[in-house]
């Protein structure tokens, strides 16, 4: 980044909070371009919460498959959801 020029267009590929990190970096070093992110879905990576939530527990026992665990995490995200809890709580687990 050192030998880039301040006004020098910038293209960052993938919304991950990397691209973030490097366009933090970039506005950190003087850069003052225009920069455009290229997302192949084209969602910007979620902020964090606001404020710290308590983690909401999944129960995954032992030898539990990829599939199976991952239906037990969406549905302890649907019940945080009902309870008021943001889904967040449970993959801060």
Known sequence: ????????????VGPGLTAVDVLISL?????????LGLLRQGWLPLSHLPRAVP???????EGVGLPAALRRI????????????????VLDA
């Open 1 to 12: 980044m050192q030998d880039l020029a301040p006004d020098a267009p910038v293209r960052l």
């Open 27 to 35: 506005r950190r070093h003087g850069h003052h371009g225009s920069v």
């Open 55 to 61: 983690p909401v527990s999944v129960d995954l026992p």
């Open 74 to 89: 969406r549905e302890a995200a649907r019940t945080a959801l009902a309870h008021g809890q943001p889904w967040q709580a």
